[in-house]
């Protein structure tokens, strides 16, 4: 009886994971930069050593830029597929939404 | 192994809990910068994170490596004044929009919107967030007090002890946190290399994220 209940939870299980359809390499690619991104964001603190501080501005730069151009692009290109959309914007976090080319000497005194 | 508890998301506070009305705050500007301040000291983990991360330390320690930590804790408190400056500054938001935090009574208005926006840009200038591309997040695993960020090194093999007791030689490159080995020690006490690699090289968790 345990067995075969086993048996059927794993048969349905494998079933589900066959039956997903697989993200376009496009979409998976935007999924890892806007991880890595809402992650690096999340790292920031100015107590940090220079060089650990550095390495966060440019991992922002090397995570977030992509995800915030590819985030426009996949909403475009996939807005008549509900099912991708819906992991897009799930991953469509703040830090993707807010990234900026900044220019540091705005912030110089005058 | 050890297991760290989850504290609640200290996050969401941010967006829903409005405490205090803006008017009666203290003017936002450079001198937020100095309240709140973040932690490199273990004590400031959460308790039982801290107490594996304390074991795996020593037991790093112990083995000759060099261990330097970096940051532990972080309040939330910083991350929102952090968030909502950078915000301002780069217009995302009016200040007068941003949601309140329990226990941070600041005043993000001012008496005009110059004067709102020039106080938000001493904010990100006081975090050394000018070169800083996007809003630092709300949340991370440091606001719970289940991260840590650290640098670790060694030369040559070194001998290090696991959660179970067991002498683990650690004779493989690369002499750093990358190094799998010292990953599955780690993760032994419940001290968790990030999952993302190379992404964020010092950092640690209960979770891996």
Redesign the interface.
């Known amino acids: 009886m345990i067995r075969s209940a086993v048996f059927l939870t794993i048969l349905l299980a494998a079933e589900r994971i066959l039956a997903a359809p697989a993200l376009p390499r496009d979409v998976q690619a935007f999924v890892q930069n806007a991880e890595a991104c809402e992650h690096i964001a999340g790292e920031w603190d100015s107590d940090l050593p220079k060089a650990q501080r550095i390495e966060i501005t440019l991992a922002i730069k090397k995570y977030c830029a992509p995800a915030r151009y590819q985030l426009s692009h996949l909403m475009e290109k996939y807005k008549k597929n509900p099912l991708i959309l819906k992991t897009i914007s799930k991953h469509a976090y703040d830090s993707v939404k807010s990234y900026t080319e900044v220019d540091a000497s705005d912030d110089c005194d005058a | 192994m050890t297991t760290a508890t989850q504290k609640p998301r200290a996050a969401n506070l941010a967006t829903t809990v409005r405490a205090v009305d803006q008017d009666n705050g203290e003017l936002s500007g450079a001198k937020w910068?100095q309240r709140f301040?973040?932690s490199?000291n273990t004590k400031d983990l959460s308790s039982t994170f801290r107490k594996a991360v304390d074991a795996f330390i020593d037991a790093m320690i112990d083995a000759g490596i060099k261990v330097r930590v970096?940051?532990t804790y972080?309040p939330v408190q910083?991350?929102y004044l952090?968030h909502w400056s950078?915000?301002i500054k780069?217009k995302?938001v009016k200040p007068e929009y941003v949601p309140a935090l329990k226990g941070v009574d600041i005043k993000w208005t001012h008496a005009t919107s110059a004067d709102s926006l020039e106080a938000a840009?001493q904010m990100?200038?006081?975090?050394?967030?000018?070169?800083?591309?996007?809003?630092?997040?709300?949340?991370?695993?440091?606001n719970d007090g289940l991260a840590i960020?650290m640098s670790i090194a060694w030369s040559g093999t070194v001998v290090v002890k696991d959660a179970d007791g067991k002498l683990v030689e650690v004779k493989t490159a690369p002499r750093s946190g990358r190094n799998r080995q010292l990953k599955a020690i780690g993760a032994s006490y419940g001290v968790k290399k990030?999952i993302?690699g190379a992404?964020?090289?010092?950092?640690w968790s209960s979770t891996g994220?």
């Open positions: 910068a301040i973040g490199s970096s940051a972080r910083r991350s952090m950078w915000k780069h995302y840009r990100v200038r006081a975090f050394d967030m000018s070169d800083l591309s996007t809003a630092p997040a709300l949340h991370s695993l440091h960020d990030f993302g992404k964020d090289q010092p950092h994220r």
